[in-house]
């Protein structure tokens, strides 16, 4: 018999082919189209862009100016337009980062392409990054310092040679301060608070005595001595940091908005400052570089909407990596005993059924699980042990880095549970029997073969717990994320990590911002900043688990996962 | 059927079989086994697939142990002692006799932590102990000379028949009394499979050595003494050429012709 042709596609299977391989593709362009977005907005906000003098008619006939960044150029939408009217610039709508919030009222505002007289881009316009109210942007006029004559920027060499002066000066003025406030006074604090406890704890004790005991007495004296110097130091310092204070006042600069007012601003408030139009490609290349450092390295301020997000960058380090700590050793000894020892028979089934459905359940009812068991039972198991003398101010007994850790430990367990039972599932049964032939004993066999043979394959599920966990947000705000934490968990406070300390995370960061913020359209580019971050980060820590994985592969190079 | 143990030429015994049965599960697989094995000689265990060999093979350092639902009856005596004895531990009869298996199985370590394995995991640590060791292991398995530059490489990257001297290299380590090996050539090439049996006949000097094979010209070639076992039973044991040459039962001789199996 001959052999046949096939007679339709579907004989041959072919629409089944293009259908699988459009419904991959289709996959891997939306997540493609999703990275391309997050990285061009994310990395969009950091570049310093020129800045654009707009003049606009209003209704009345008149002109008006307006001076800012055209952030945003787009369709407006339809059912404000009728359809006679259907030109190009009336459909289309820019918008303007203006900055100047405390004078204009909003940072930002929508105008529509018709109105738009004047497009123009003047050279001398600054932009101010400022402690409080965001950036600023106008022409500047003059420097004011009290008790001397007012520089012009006319006169373009002493006024920018005084300008850059002034800025560095109060900025180093203002991170003294700041070292002075948060690290010298910080300190002194921690000393006062363990002094206080101490002193309660000697009043307890002497309570349940008869008799007032001396002792106790001269301790009693020798912590309020130590408690004076304490205080004295302090008000040292708080003399210190006050003068310095009042040192930043006193510079001004003043400068031209485009509605023709003049601004007034602080010395005091001016972090980094730049020309936004006469910035060569190299300087705006590097300037953007520069931000990017600052948005890296700096504590957030105003609400978070400015400034940087390092202690969230570093809550969510800490807590990944603890996590991981944590639920490695874990998932590994519970899978261990799953495959190798346990009896397999209905029971383990059910057990290995009951850890993948835990890998399913939503991540906010781990959250309740952890505040309710972690947080509340065991913290406050070991307040009323250990802290007894702090309470009723809770310290294990409340949200903390050690108690989101370990509850985000619970919620990827799975995870890796199963990757290490499959991982010891590929260790091959002639392996087993050479290393039990040599005289090993089970555990040694598990310990010196198995273990390293499918270390690769652990680490895989090391990587997809720690992708898990990295991003989770909604367990963590019960368990002991917060908006603004104070101080980093780990510092240079005795004992240096503090496992009871509240944290800053960029998955909730950027919950707080999107959602929570006064001025969303202002905390728009941090959020997808802070995005772009998240997803870097989670990709790195991926990424230095494969490298290690394909070390591991390489030395042992028989596990193939 | 009453089995012949022709006492003529006997080394004295190693390993003393005595009414052997062995079960997985609901099925026999050996039934009432009588073998005594000869010290410093080589018994090999002939037979057709499914015929037990394995299984008889594998008892003798309980590693049969690891099947679930395994049961068996009857003694094996290794030196005057049981191996079944409940106050034996496994770990020090597995020590006493070592295995080779039909796949070579190689740890995916360095050639020199994989002779030191059993050594190590029994507690030696000297150093200059296990080079000596390691030399002395891989001289005798004949494979010193390639492997002496490149101790530290893995030893997955050795070829097939390599990889095999490296197994008994790793089993002689322990100075083992008895050497099992199941079917150590099957899966090597000609000229790998002459090395393995020219060693076979260096190390009966030394160990005993009791083979699993296919393969009756390589049965006849390396053994003593030759066992043929079918469906689970002992046909026949006696010295090798007088079993190839002059067989008693007409099973063994059906078998060694080619006429089943």
Same mark, same amino acid.
């Given at each position: 018999m001959a052999l046949k042709k096939h007679k339709t596609a579907q004989a041959s299977g072919e629409p089944m082919v293009w259908m699988t391989a459009m419904g991959l593709s289709l996959g891997i362009l939306m997540i493609l189209g999703l990275l391309a977005l997050i990285f061009y907005k994310g990395l969009e906000v950091f570049w310093p862009k020129r800045v654009a003098q707009i003049e606009i008619k209003t209704e009345d006939g008149h002109v008006q100016s307006l001076i800012g960044e055209i952030v945003l150029k787009r369709e407006r939408s339809s059912h404000k337009i009728s359809k006679k009217e259907k030109s190009e610039d009336i459909q289309r709508e820019l918008q303007i980062f203006m900055g100047n919030k405390e004078a204009l009222g909003q940072a930002f505002r929508f105008i529509g392409q018709d109105k738009i007289e004047k497009i123009s881009h003047p050279q001398d316009v600054i932009k101010l990054e400022r402690l409080e109210y965001g950036s600023a942007m106008g022409v500047p006029e003059a420097i004011y310092e009290t008790g001397k004559p007012p520089v012009l920027y006319k006169i373009k060499e002493p006024f920018k040679k005084r300008f850059e002066e002034l800025v560095k000066q109060y900025k180093q003025r203002w991170e003294e301060i700041r070292y002075i406030e948060k690290h010298s006074i910080g300190k002194i604090n921690i000393e006062m608070e363990g002094l206080t406890l101490q002193k309660k704890k000697l009043e307890k004790e002497s309570e349940t005595l008869s008799q007032p005991s001396p002792e106790i007495q001269k301790q009693l004296q020798e912590i309020e001595k130590e408690t004076q110097t304490l205080q004295n130091q302090y008000q040292i310092l708080a003399d210190q940091a006050k003068a310095l204070r009042n040192k930043q006042k006193g510079a001004q600069l003043s400068l031209k908005l485009a509605n023709g007012e003049t601004s007034k601003v602080e010395f005091s408030q001016i972090l980094e400052y730049y020309y936004p139009n006469q910035l060569t490609q190299w300087q705006r290349i590097k300037m953007f570089f520069h931000k990017i450092w600052l948005f890296l390295s700096q504590e957030p301020r105003e609400a978070n909407t400015e400034g940087g997000v390092f202690p969230a960058l570093f809550g969510t380090l800490t807590m990944t990596l603890l996590m991981t700590i944590v639920v490695v050793p874990f998932g590994v000894i519970a899978a261990i005993y799953l495959k190798e020892y346990a009896k397999q028979g209905f029971l383990v089934r059910t057990v290995r059924i009951a850890v993948n459905n835990l890998a399913g359940v939503p991540s906010i009812v781990f959250g309740v699980f952890g505040m309710g068991f972690?947080?509340?039972m065991v913290g406050g198991s070991i307040d009323q042990l250990f802290f007894s003398q702090k309470l009723p101010t809770p310290t294990f007994g409340t949200g903390g880095l050690l108690w989101a850790s370990l509850t985000l430990a619970l919620l990827t367990v799975p995870v890796v549970i199963v990757a290490t039972e499959e991982a010891l599932g590929a260790v091959s049964q002639n392996i087993r029997e050479g290393a039990l032939g040599c005289g090993a004993s089970k555990w040694q066999m598990i310990q010196k073969i198995i273990l390293p043979a499918s270390a690769p394959g652990i680490l895989t599920g090391a990587i997809l717990a720690m992708a898990r966990g990295a991003g989770e947000v909604a367990p963590l705000m019960l368990v002991g994320v917060v908006k603004l934490a104070p101080t980093l968990p780990i510092n240079s406070q005795f004992p240096y990590i503090h496992l009871d300390q509240k944290f800053m995370h960029l998955g909730f960061h950027i919950y707080d911002l999107g959602f929570q913020s006064p001025d969303s359209e202002a905390a728009k580019p941090i959020v997808f900043a802070t995005t772009l971050l998240l997803i870097l980060l989670v990709l790195l820590l991926n990424l230095g688990a494969i490298i290690l994985r394909e070390r591991l592969r390489k030395k042992y190079a028989s596990g193939k996962f | 059927m009453p089995v012949e143990n022709s006492n003529t030429n006997l080394n004295k015994t190693i390993i003393k079989i005595e009414d052997f049965s062995f079960f997985y599960g609901n099925n026999q697989? &050996?039934?009432g086994i009588n073998l005594n094995i000869p010290e410093r000689e080589v018994t090999a265990l002939i037979g057709p697939s499914g015929c037990g060999k394995s299984t008889l093979l594998r008892s003798i350092n309980r590693m049969n142990d690891l099947v679930d639902e395994a049961k068996h009856t009857g003694k094996i005596i290794l030196q005057d002692q049981d191996i079944h004895d409940p106050h034996l531990e496994v770990i020090s009869l597995r020590k006493r006799v070592g295995m080779v298996f039909q796949k070579s199985n190689p740890f995916p370590k360095s050639i020199y932590e994989n002779v030191v394995f059993g050594l190590r995991i029994a507690g030696k640590t000297n150093k200059s102990d296990l080079d000596e060791i390691v030399e002395r292991s891989l001289k005798d398995a004949a494979l010193w000379k390639e492997v002496k530059d490149r &101790?530290?490489?893995?030893? @997955?990257? &050795?070829s097939g028949g390599q990889m095999q001297r490296l197994c008994i290299a790793r089993a002689i380590a322990n100075q083992p009394e008895v050497l099992l090996m199941d079917?150590?050539?099957?899966? @090597?090439d000609p000229v790998a499979t002459a090395k393995i049996e020219s060693l076979i006949h260096e190390l009966k000097k030394n160990y005993t050595i009791v083979i699993v094979t296919h393969n009756m010209q390589q049965a006849s070639r390396v053994s003593d003494r030759t066992a043929f076992l079918y469906m689970g039973k002992l046909i026949e044991y006696d010295e090798t050429e007088k079993l190839f040459t002059n067989p008693k039962e007409q099973q063994t001789e059906d078998y060694i012709t080619g006429r089943f199996g």
């Open positions: 972690f947080v509340y | 697989a &050996l039934f &101790l530290k490489d893995n030893a @997955l990257g &050795l079917e150590p050539c099957s899966a @090597l």
